[in-house]
T-cell receptor, first 115, second 113 residues
Framework: DTGVSQNPRHKITKRGQNVTFRCDPI?????LYWYRQTLGQGPEFLTY????????KSRLLSDRFSAERPKGSFSTLEIQRTEQGDSAMYLC?????????????FGDGTRLSIL | GDSVTQMEGPVTLSEEAFLTINCTYT??????LFWYVQYPGEGLQLLLK?????DKGSNKGFEATYRKETTSFHLEKGSVQVSDSAVYFC????????????FGDGTTLTVKP
């Protein structure tokens, strides 16, 4: 169990640019989640994958955001035409089957700063 | 929708003091409840969980009991250490297949020697 890995750890970009983050979940976990966390707040759910299928998306996920999980392994989260309000920590988590009883294993996050 | 309300921080205690961090929730179903901890510079990690009413989760001297009648899941520790300084998040997860979690805003604990 090598844990959930996220890259990059930090991303600084200018407003209007596109950014892409990567998450490598724990290998035997088939569920993968993306959350966004701003200073002083708890993580907010963005989207969820069961294997390669994206099963739920939050209303927070505007059409500038897209997430993929090809082959049910790693996942990418892309933000197009970034805005100041996108500055946040983006967290990835994974879990095994078992529904809501299973705890989630989190990566260290990618901190996005929009200039 | 679901929500979690945590006691506001920050909380500052002396070493060996008793800790309580309050957490209450609202949920449409019958959720599982979790406490996660985030140490400085690290990601969130599970501290303890409880999956049904009256269950007590415990780990590293921390305890929390699932109280369905008061919709609460308060975190307690009898004697805190400097190394317990961290941000603590209460969370719930519905029993549907999604398993996504709803988090509180976190409580920052600082323990002074």
């Amino acid at each position: 169990d090598t844990g959930v890995s996220q890259n990059p750890r930090h991303k600084i970009t200018k407003r209007g640019q596109n950014v892409t983050f990567r998450c490598d979940p724990i290998s035997e976990h088939n569920r993968l989640y993306w959350y966004r966390q701003t200073l002083g707040q708890g993580p907010e759910f963005l989207t969820y994958f069961q294997n390669e299928a994206q099963l739920e998306k939050s209303r927070l996920l505007s059409d500038r955001f897209s997430a993929e999980r090809p082959k049910g392994s790693f996942s990418t989260l892309e933000i197009q035409r970034t805005e100041q309000g996108d500055s946040a920590m983006y967290l990835c988590a994974s879990s095994g089957d078992g529904g809501g009883n299973q705890p989630q294993h989190f990566g260290d996050g990618t901190r996005l700063s929009i200039l | 929708g679901d929500s979690v309300t945590q006691m506001e921080g920050p909380v500052t205690l002396s070493e060996e003091a008793f800790l309580t961090i309050n957490c209450t929730y609202t949920a449409t179903g019958y959720p599982s409840l979790f406490w996660y901890v985030q140490y400085p510079g690290e990601g969130l990690q599970l501290l303890l969980k409880a999956t049904k009413a009256d269950d007590k989760g415990s780990n590293k001297g921390f305890e929390a009991t699932y109280r369905k009648e008061t919709t609460s899941f308060h975190l307690e520790k009898g004697s805190v250490q400097v190394s317990d300084s961290a941000v603590y998040f209460c969370a719930l997860s519905e029993r549907t297949n999604a398993g996504k979690s709803t988090f509180g805003d976190g409580t920052t604990l600082t323990v002074k020697p």
